[in-house]
């Protein structure tokens, strides 16, 4: 098993190579090139051969005007725990270990580990707390559609299923605002944002402060994450239940749970004890492809109710070709992809003594 | 049953998961009150040694009544406004000016930043040399008291004003300016924009404790206004941190205007962060009204307007013109916000530039009677009526309309279909089925070209289209990204653009946008328009030191350039604010009201924030 | 007749389909016909094909229900018909296509490949012709008919149901913009003073076409990958796993934005441009079925045949192998193109993508305001025909996925 998950571990580095030379070729061969956007922006109000001169100045800087492959090469080396050290002035000095950094933004001209630690915390936090709740509706729906075959639950529930399987995520997002977070209808909820401004001089929970009632940290950001996780949770929870109803329904079926049941065993008690188990495998080898598919979602979800997570700071990136926020973001979107499939498969093995990988 | 890894066991984990998660969210929150703590510290120790110093000078003597007076007496000449807007029966010092910004400005420390937020910022924490008084637009003086400009304009003395201190206490001298200037024109410094103003610099020196002498290579027209802006950064505190660690810091932010950062060393772009300067118990001249001022961040327009109804925050500078007429129109809005729509200096124009050649061929636009019917046939106060509802003036020539460089005797063309059909006729044009063809015989089209993502240009650019097929012209709209665009641009590989320039300046350069020589290479003239009377011209003014004599050369130009029509100058956006009512003292200036909130008060009964 | 391996990906099969009438032994039918009769006896099969017709009438009659040119006009004394002068020759293609396919279709006695065959060379016939034939007035300004009933020039003017073209943006009214329903504009006004009912259907031939052109790319190079990497195996199997995998993890709208770019030098081919990129990055899905079908029939006996016999590859892939292991893409198919629409919404709302003409995705982004406006009928309206297209071709999928599957396990 241990050298199982280490192979695979190992595997997962040429795939992350070749995703971040796609990612950054394509980036280099559109118009405008590596760090287009980003140097238009730098020259701010300054016009003609100052323009120009300040250009220069940071192409120099960012390396832009070097060969693509030493562009692509130099960002492997700064990755890399082993590799040439760097000095001020960008000459390579000694080989041997040395921090990896992720470089520096060159539209925020910021270090990118520090924009990264600032907003994968908040996509993380975003789709791990939809997770559990897709995985709670999926399986509970589904089990009792399973069992109720043919009656008025199931017979319902097959059709908003497909429906809000098919509903598009951006018109629910705008649904949900215009209508429960406008000035215009209700203002259930706050229509932006992750926080509220004055976020920092909250306390952690609720509290009475300074003559009235103040949300707190924790409750507020919750609030505030109520409807994206709505949007978010819909599509993929009814994917779920689907899944968890066949599966279920398909066990029910087989040969061990009708020796149960002739054993004298209560419906019940097959059904949680023995069937749903074996019904789990289905939903486990499905993971793997949900979490991506979430991340992809999530960057939608980000726009659309301004939260500043991870895919903002990649569109962004792709919006002003910044070389360095790309390949991070790509990276690690790669590696969170690579690792929830890695993830699965040790599950897989934990749910099903007849799997082995040895 | 064996003793296998199961979902109990799973359950357990996670609980074990979150409950760790739960304390470490914790002790971050613990952390931050700590720090809370720790400012609240300092700050006393700061009240605390102050007051031990006044104590010690009492009892020594050192200072007594009128030689505070005397002291305060000598820097009457600067914040002349201030004074008098202060000396108001209701005055109460006191409050905090709430205002909010789209995003967090990327950094705070001065020369790397780039944005305008954090130059608005750095402009109440930093002191220039001279000033401009926002409404006559002459030199004030400011941390200089007098200049001496030689005749020949290429040696400028400054003479400091003594027993100015920055914020932590340093005295403000001749080696500040001149650590300043070096900083600036420093390679390892990432300053290249603010650098190249310097470049015609010769030497700056210090002539004296508290004189200095800037000497230039060649007669350069904005000398005197590069040097006397620079803003004065402390000598003591930047020159403890190295390049590197100067470029890549975010918030070293200290100086000796009238308001200062809690803490000059310790700021970061969190989005959820507030800006926030306190008052500068030290500042040498009229004390600011409000005791903070804040800026909090608000991204989304809706959230923004949210924010505006719960008063949560005091101002709104710059919304666009719909959320502008929201807040004029909605009756509970409109009783607790005053709304301002000023027209400033700092605002640039929106122009059509016409490209003249394409493909080495001159286009339909070299001739000049064509450039006029276009504008002719562009109704401008509709275009402002209906999509900056009303909140712009129609521009004449590059120069905004309230600097002296534009000629007040220039009228716009007027929108006249007619009068552009006759001129087109005259350029060989001719009607077939309400399309119309060039002199040679091929279709009058053109692309347009506009920032993909701006959403004004779209509707101008649909506005456009819609104008010029009724005069048979068929306009393809073009949205571009906006490297695609630069990079048109410098091919010239376009047939119409529509962008615009930024203002800020008092006076501007036209020599990059209209002058042959920026034509070819990195020049902005990316039309292609050439006037060898214009050239000379520019020469000329650049030249001129003599003030009044350089204007009349700017008026020449504004009027060649109306003659010309190299451009469609289409308009200049007023400053659009809206502030809390319990304000006064908010007199709108030729540069808006923003930079100027040291002047406002709140009288003490409608004081909001109290700390 | 083979293994069918459901895809994990699109919503899982039912096992225990409800009952239908298909247990009546009847003269032998081809399994063509048998499948698409199994398929459409569902209701929700029914429901979804209905609306699909619904759209593509719409899509094709657009011009004749929205159209700021007078179907008929009086002027001067004398009749003209503006509207059949500005008809382009994508409509007068359609045109062309629906009716020839209408009547084909009704003419059951001539064979079925011989009908097959004369559609498609009328279509490509009318399509040469009428771009070469059909010129639209150069240029067209919609003011010019108000104004004239107004000013009494035109005396008498017959207007299709909806009489304003999707790009009439009403420039003689003086603020048109964003204004609600009312009785003159059914569903109100966009962002650019346009009528929405206009932009809705003529945005419904951008939907339809994106959903097949992307899905045909998608499944033409999937089938080719797939194919290859099941049939021959070894190394060429491994490399191309890996390539599959790569690009399945990388964040595609992160590689989208990248090829945004691409898209601005040429503009008017965004649409097609967009379509062939949305259908590479799916093909890589297709590409792991067919593989999966291909592995497995590759020890089947009628392969070693066809090998045997000497038959060259393109003719054992695709003649022998690919009709055997065709069930699971066509199922995904469908469900591809609903895929497809909704990357083209998201693409649109996120503003890049078409810019001149107008999606329903780019409407449904009308409809948050700068302000903090909203306007819900730039939210309802398109938001509900993105939603009912999609559940349509999701409803077609599932029916197709049940006609298919345990039918056929059933015949094995």
Known sequence: ???????????????????????????????????????????????????????????????????????????????????????????????GFKSPSLGESMERHRPVGDLIAESLPITLLLNFITIPIIYAIGVWTGIRAARHRGGAFDSIFGFTQLAAWSMPTVWLGVMLITFLASNQYLHLFPAAGLTEMNA?????????????????????????????????????????????????????????????????????????????????????????????????????????????????LGVEGARFQDREVILAVTLIGGIITLVSMLLRDIFYVLADPRVSYD | MENRFGLKDLFLFLLVCGLIVLVLLQMKQYDRQWQVVQQVRNQVGDQTSDLARIRRMLEQGAISGP?????????????????????????????????????????????????????????????????????????????????????????????LRQGVTFSDGQPLTADDVVYTIQLTQD????????????????????????????????????????????????????????????????????????????????????????????????????????????????????ARMTALRNGEIDMFYHPAPDQFDVVKNDPELSKRYNTFAIDTLDGGYYYIGWNEKRHGKPTYFADVRVRRAMTMLIDRQRVIRDIIRGYATIATGPFNPLSPQSDPSVKPLPYDPEQAQKLLAEAGFTRKNNALFGPDGKQFTFEFMYPSTSDTSKRVATFIVDAMAQAGIVVRPAPTEWTVLLQ???????????????????????????????????????????????????????????????????????????????????????????????FKGVEPTKFGIVTLKNEWYVPRSMQKYHD | ????????????????????????????????????????????????????????????????????????????????????????????????????????????????????????????VAAAVSYFTVKPPLVQVYDTYRNGLVSGEISKAIFVPIHYSPDDHQRDVEDARLKAPTLVHPMGTTADSADLASNMIYATRIAISIGFVATSVAIVMGVVMGGLMGYLGGWVDLIGMRLVEICESIPTLVLLLAFVSMFQNHPDQALYIMMVVIGALSSFSYAEFVRAEFLSLRDRDFVHAAQAGGLPLWSILFKHMLPNGMSPVIVNASFGVAGAILIETTLSFLGIGLQNESSWGSLLEQALGAGGNVFWWLAVYPGLAIFLTVLAYNLIGEALRDALDPRLNKMA
């Open chain 2, 488 to 582: 048109r641009q410098k091919e010239r590989d376009l047939d119409a653009l529509f962008a615009g320039w930024g203002g800020g300046a008092v006076e501007d350069d036209p020599q990059q946008i209209f002058s042959s020589s920026a034509i070819a290479g990195v020049g902005d003239n990316y039309v292609q328009y050439s006037n060898p009377k214009v050239d000379a011209a520019i020469e000329a003014a650049r030249s001129t030191v003599d003030e009044a004599k350089r204007m009349e050369i700017w008026h020449e130009i504004h009027r060649m350039l109306h003659e010309d029509q190299p451009y469609t100058f289409m308009l200049t956006d007023k400053e659009l604010d809206a502030v809390d009512k319990r």
């Open chain 2, 67 to 159: 030689n505070l007076a005397t002291t305060r007496q000598s820097n009457l000449d600067v914040d002349k406004r201030v004074r008098r807007i202060h000396s108001a029966a209701d005055f109460a010092p006191g409050d905090d000016v709430v205002d909010v910004l789209l995003a967090p400005p990327d950094k705070l420390t001065p020369l790397i930043n780039t944005d305008l937020y954090s130059m608005q910022i750095q402009g109440y924490v930093l002191d220039t040399l001279i000033d401009r008084d926002p409404v006559t637009l002459g030199w004030v003086p400011r941390l200089a008291t007098d200049w001496k400009i030689s005749p020949d304009g290429l040696t400028i003395d400054f003479n």
């Open chain 2, 187 to 302: 390679e390892k410094i990432e300053a290249p924009a603010k650098r190249v103003y310097l470049s015609k610099l010769k030497s700056c020196e210090k002539t004296g404790d508290y004189s200095v002498r800037f000497v230039f290579k060649e007669p350069y027209y904005m000398a005197f206004e590069v040097v006397g802006g620079t803003q004065v950064m402390s000598k003591k505190f930047y020159s403890r941190y190295t390049p590197q660690q100067f470029n890549e810091s975010t918030g070293l932010l200290i100086g000796s205007g009238p308001y200062r950062m809690a803490d000059p060393t310790d700021w970061k772009p969190e989005p959820g962060r507030p800006i926030e300067l306190v008052r500068n118990e030290r500042y040498w001249g009229e004390p600011g009204g409000p005791n903070r001022l804040t800026w909090r961040i608000i991204a989304l327009p809706a």
């Open chain 1, 200 to 312: 920092s001089q909250m306390q952690f929970l609720p509290a009475h402060v300074a003559g009235h009632w103040s949300r707190g940290w924790l409750a507020d950001v919750c609030w505030h994450l109520i409807m994206p996780v709505i949007c978010l949770s819909f599509g993929a929870s009814a994917f779920l239940t689907k899944l968890v109803r066949g599966s279920v329904l398909e066990n029910l079926g087989a040969d061990y749970a009708r020796t149960a049941r002739a054993k004298g065993v209560a419906e019940n008690v097959v059904l949680y004890r023995h069937v749903f188990r074996n019904s789990l495998i289905a939903l486990i080898t499905v993971a793997a492809a949900i979490l991506p598919s979430l991340l992809a979602g999530s960057v939608i979800i980000e726009t659309i109710f301004s939260i500043p997570g991870m895919g903002q």
């Open chain 1, 1 to 95: 098993m241990l050298t199982y998950i280490l192979r695979r571990l190992l595997l997962m580095i040429p795939t992350l190579l070749g995703i971040t030379a796609l990612v950054f070729f394509v980036m280099a061969m559109s118009p405008g090139g590596i760090g287009g956007a980003a140097l238009a922006a730098a020259g701010g109000n300054v016009r003609g051969a100052e323009a120009a001169r300040i250009r220069a100045y940071y192409e120099k800087r960012y390396h832009i005007n070097r060969p693509l492959i030493v562009q692509y090469g130099r960002w492997l080396n700064e990755i890399s725990p082993i590799g040439w050290r760097e000095d001020d002035e960008g000459n390579f000095t000694t080989f």
């Open chain 3, 1 to 124: 007749m083979t293994e069918i391996n459901v895809s994990m990906l699109t919503p899982p099969a039912d096992p225990y389909p409800a009952p239908n009438a298909g247990y009546v032994v009847d003269a032998p039918v081809s399994f063509t016909r048998k499948v698409l009769r199994l398929t459409f006896e569902r209701i929700g099969a029914q429901l979804g094909l209905a609306w699909i017709v619904l759209i593509m009438v719409l899509a094709v009659f657009a011009p004749l229900l929205a159209n700021s040119h007078p179907l008929a006009m009086k002027s001067n004394g004398q009749w003209s018909s503006p509207l059949a002068r500005a008809l382009t020759p994508t409509d007068v293609t359609l045109l062309i296509t629906f009716f020839a396919a209408l009547i084909l279709w009704r003419l059951k006695r001539i064979r079925r490949a011989t009908r097959v065959w004369t559609f498609i060379g009328i279509v490509i």
